[in-house]
Structures are given as C-alpha cells and as structure tokens.
C-alpha cells in the first residue's frame, strides 16, 4: 500500500487533562526552526536558523546553525554551533574546530559539529527539575567529525566521530575520537572484516570517491545525576558521555577521565544477557532520562528498525554491511544494570496488529524520544514528520503532522524538543483547547458517502478552528475534518 496522499497536517489530537503542556521546538523543512504550542500554531520562526538539533534555552536563546558545508566536500558537517536570541542575534558562536579549504571556496573554519550537542548544567538538553542549562557562560559538548586514517579499522579513509568539550570563548578542553577504542566496541571478526573492504563509504556528489562513515554516532550527552552512581557505581559518573552509533547498533559509556568505553550494549544482541531485548537496530537519541524525571537513570532510546550492523552476509545483506534488518520501530525504557526493559513503547501499544501491521510505527532513520515531567513520553517518528506525546499507559493524548517540507518534499523532522511555558518569557502562555480525536471509521471527503449508504452525504462547512490545527466540524450532513 502507498502512501496516502491527502491526510491532514498540523495538531490531530490534543488532551490538556492528560498532556505536559509548553512549547514544542523542531527545524521546519528548509525554512529554520520553528516553535510551536500545543494547537500546532507557529508561535515563532527563527528563519534560516539549522536545527541539528535546535534547542531551546530558558530566556527564548535557540542553539542551531548558520550553515552547513557543501556536500560536495563533506557530510552533514555544520560550519558553526551558535546561539541565538528571541530575534536571531547570535549571542555565542563555536566554529574554530578545525580549518577546511574546499576546491573553489576560501579557507573557512568549522565546528563540523553533527546530530547533537549538550550545554552545561542540562545533561541531557531536555527540560528536567533543577537542571537548567547555563545561558551566558558554561561549557559545551559538542558531537563533531574528523577525517582521518586508521589502518586497524580500514585501509579507506575514514569520517571519524569525535566528541569535543569547549568553553564559553571557544577553547578546546577535552577530546575523544572515536576510531581509538576501535578494540572496545565489540566487533566480531566477521564484522571486521566487512568494515575493513568497506566502512560504509559514503560519497560526495558527483566528484567520486568518498569516506568511511563507519559508526555514524548521532547522539551524545552527558550521563548526568542518577541513582546507579549514587549507589556507587562509578560507570555512571555524571561526568561521563553516553553516545550511540546508528550504523553499528551500539550505545555505549565513556568514562570522560580515562576515555575508555566502561559500559556498552551491542553490537551483538543473540548473547544470552541482552537476547530479551531484541536486536537494537540503526537507533537514536540514546541517552540516561535526567534526574527529577520519571524513569530517572534509565536508557531511554529511540530503536529505528530500518537497517544497521556490521557481520556475516545473509539474503538482505550480500555483503555483511547493514546486515540487521527489521521494518518496525520501537521506544525502549532500559535500566542500565538489570538491562530489564521497564517500558516501551511499539506497534502492539498503538493498537496495531503484530506482526502484520507492526511497519504503522515506524522511521528507518532519524527521530527521538523525550521523557516529560509527568511521565509521559514525546516521541518524533521523524521521516513521517509525526511528533506525539503518549502516557505511561500508552494513550495518545497529543499528536502533530509537520506541514513543513524540504527541498525534497519531505516533512521528515530529524528531533523535536518540548519545554516549559516559562522558558519563552516573551509569550503569553497560550490558551489551552482540546482537540478531540476524529473517527477514521466514519470519515468521508466531502461528496464522498459512507459505504452502503445511499443517501448520507458530508459536506465541508468553514467554522472558526484553532490555527495550526486540524478539526471537526459537525452538521446535519455529518462530520469532516478540514487541516490548515
């Protein structure tokens, strides 16, 4: 079955009983990034502003980019990491990270940074009670790459991860590359093999060539606060940096001290300890739920599906690169200790059948999951341009369509963010409206009647609705739903 070709944009439901209400923060096609309440209206756009992720900050700063290297010459690396203010001003600015002469362009610096970054004082760059991110000084770790060559994982070059640490004036205060603790990552000699002929060699445009994006890590914060560490285990030092590596499904811990990889699941998930979980594939947005939160010092990740891994070959896989399949997407809970799944969130919670229709929740790439202050849990199913909010239970209680397309005609969202009202003094706090959720079992387009029905027809009615929103509206004719 296609996709569908008319389906509404915008907020589809919204229960302000059972939601964590505030603004919503994502980047908005191609045209920057985009603060939304909870009616799905556009309450501010930071135009031109790249949101790899964007962030908000208390005080209305966004943290994004003001523009991207060619990718002729290089892959999704950012020229700057910045902040910016309630009007656009860049108020902070990293950029100094390494020095690029492409072909044809002057000497540019760039921060190179990549899929995410953590201010100081927030671990995990999401709202939490008691850990709000510094403002006007602080550190900032920023995920970034750097080509290089290491003949133990390639005879190719490679587009190495590193994590950086810089303070407010730009300086440089720790580094961690990733290709040093190839030997700590798992890999068995099958996979080896398969990365050394090929680490996932991506090439630039019609120029030929390429790099080995071997791990394409798209995730990385702090551990932060948590209970495991209190109780002493020193794995879980507040200090030390969870990260996850999307093409060979691991998530693993590194000790910021010593920079050796102290905790890790993946990549093989058929040993006995890690079977119950499943096969975690092409994942995002792994990190530790921040204390005050409920689920605190659980592994909170969005598991794609889609492709990822490194191995023997198999049918879907001649070759043993991206050799873990699976068409489905799952929101997994985990205690980092016990590795017990304590919630998650799948096809079967959203009310579909398994495993007939369990591709209905699913993003083969991009995408995140938020832990809120009431429990509930803001998911981005991003290729679908979905953002939705669920319960502990797993009721939906508010879901949005992104109208906003890229160059592509995509609404794909890659993370979306939810913040408190009083983070963005410079809006009134919005008035909160249900949207009841429509019955698709009864919906018909205008002329359009219900099957076995001769004589009811729905029409469109223009009623007043909230902007951004997609509503219901009722007459004697019957309902229809009309999207802004």
Excluded at 18 to 32: I, M, N, P, R
Excluded at 205 to 213: I, P, Y
Excluded at 453 to 472: H, K, R, W
């Amino acid at each position: 079955m296609g996709h569908s070709t008319i389906y509404p944009t915008g907020a589809t439901i919204y229960n302000p009983a059972k939601a964590w209400s505030g603004y919503t923060v994502f980047q908005a096609g191609d045209e920057g990034v985009v603060l939304i309440d909870m009616s799905g209206k556009e309450v501010h756009l930071w135009q031109g502003l790249i949101g790899f992720p964007a962030k908000i900050l208390p005080g209305g700063y966004v943290l994004g980019s003001t523009g991207r290297r060619d990718p002729k010459f290089g892959i999704q690396d950012n020229v700057d990491l910045v902040q910016v203010d309630w009007e656009g001003n860049v108020v902070w600015r990293y950029n100094s990270y390494e020095l690029i002469e492409d072909p044809g362009a002057e000497p540019l610096w760039y921060a190179r940074q990549h899929h995410d970054y953590q201010r100081e004082g927030n671990p995990a760059g999401y709202y939490a009670p008691g850990l709000e991110p510094s403002v006007n000084s602080g550190t900032t770790l920023i995920l970034a790459h750097k080509n290089l060559h290491n003949s133990e994982i390639s005879d190719k070059e490679l587009l190495d991860d590193t994590i950086i640490e810089v303070d407010w004036e730009g300086n440089v205060l720790w580094e961690w590359a990733a290709s040093d603790h190839f030997a700590e990552l798992g890999f068995d000699q099958a996979a080896r093999n398969v990365l050394f002929r090929d680490p996932n060699t991506r090439s630039f445009g019609d120029l030929g060539g390429g790099v080995g994006d071997w791990l394409h890590i798209n995730s990385a914060s702090y551990v932060g606060p948590n209970r495991f560490y209190d109780q002493g285990d020193e794995r879980f030092h507040p200090d030390n940096i969870i990260w996850d590596a999307r093409e060979a499904n691991i998530i693993a811990i590194t000790d910021k001290r010593s920079g050796a990889i102290v905790w890790r699941l993946g990549p093989d998930y058929s040993l006995p300890e890690v079977k119950h979980i499943g096969w975690i594939i092409g994942q995002h947005h792994a990190h530790i739920i921040p204390k005050g939160l409920p689920g605190e010092g659980n592994l909170l990740v969005f598991d794609n599906g889609g492709w990822g891994g490194y191995g023997l070959p198999n049918p879907a896989s001649p070759f043993g690169q991206k050799n873990a399949l699976r068409d489905h997407s799952r929101v997994l809970e985990i205690n980092p200790v016990t590795l017990a799944i304590e919630w998650q969130y799948t096809s079967a919670e959203a009310g579909f059948s398994i495993p007939t229709d369990s591709y209905k929740f699913y993003s083969p790439y991009i995408s995140s999951a938020q832990r809120l202050a009431n429990g509930n849990t803001l998911i981005t199913e991003g290729s679908n341009g979905r953002l939705f909010e669920v319960t502990a239970a797993h009721e939906l209680v508010w879901e949005y369509i992104s109208p906003y397309t890229d160059r592509r005609n995509t609404n794909m969202v890659y993370r979306s963010y939810r913040v408190p009202y009083a983070w963005v003094p410079q809006l009134t706090k919005p008035q909160e409206l249900a949207i009841e959720p429509l019955d698709v079992s009864s919906f018909r387009v205008p002329g359009a009647a219900p099957k076995g029905s001769d004589s009811v027809v729905q029409v469109a009615t223009t009623l007043p609705f909230t902007e951004g929103a997609a509503c219901v509206a009722t007459t004697d004719e019957g309902s229809v739903r009309r999207a802004k």
